[in-house]
């Protein structure tokens, strides 16, 4: 009998960590005045809010001794002091004040670009530290007061984020781990670093059939929307972030629209959610077993397996410049 072994199980997750934006909190878990620690990007970052509001997101340990500014580190104004020796650094990492001495040049930490957004904090990560070259998008139902406020779900799976995006191009799927009657009909488009499908669908319900369309929008390979249009109009956002290259978060927050100004309370409206949540844990025990192939052997049922891997390429910068 065979055993996995380290040399094949490093295989299971071939891509490094990929370039886009990714969510380290929700907006509303970070007060002003907070502090919290986050793993994320294989490193150890803290993220805070100063006392006008403004999220940052920098490295976490401190350049002179090395602690931790995210465990007893406390904002101060616009800047956070090390819990330490009390230097404080403003919300770029730059060092701006040393109680006892001078401050040394270049005593600074690194920062990442914030941008709070659709109730999320997210952080902008590329392999080889360029800026951002593109945005996070404003979904306009996610902070919208005629939409429900969000119901919120969190795992920790050992996956990549490339293994999760691509279930939406792998049509085949549907059918056979999750019981959807037909292999569903997506359409799909990419472009650039969004990646949109829609997809008709037909539902049973006590008016009789309805159609209704599942409509899902990627952004790159950490944050998608899919909205649920035709029976109870739902909105799923839902963001993965890598915690190192083999493990990563992945949170999900459905709001469904408000009828006369009441939050949707009908079973229908719990009922697709619960249908969407039992779909992703169909899919985890999946991922966290499967290897990544390479060059999987694909038959004409399949979807858009190797359009979504060549849209995916991009936010590997190195595997671009490779050819
Ligand atoms: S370790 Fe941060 S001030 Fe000394
Ligand atoms: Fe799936």
Redesign the pocket.
Known sequence: MLHKGIASMAKNFPHPLPSGWFAVAYADELEAGSVRSVTALDRELVVFRTGDGVAHALDAY??????H?GVGGEVVGDRIR??????EFDGCGTCVE?PYGHTPPNARVESWETRERNGLVMVWYHPEGEPPSWEVPEIPEATSPDWSDPQRFEWTVRTQPQEIAENVADSAHFRYVHGTLNVPDTETVFDGPLRHSRNPVSLDTPKGKVDGEVVSSAFGLGLVTVRYKGICETLQVGSVTPIDENTVIIRKSFSQQRVDGANPTGGVAAALIRNVLSQLEQDIPIWEAKIYRERPLLTSGDGPIMPFRRWARQFYPAAEADG
Not at 82 to 87: D, T
Request: with cysteine.
């Open positions: 401190c350049p002179h001794l090395g602690a500014l090390c819990p330490f020796h009390a230097w040393v």
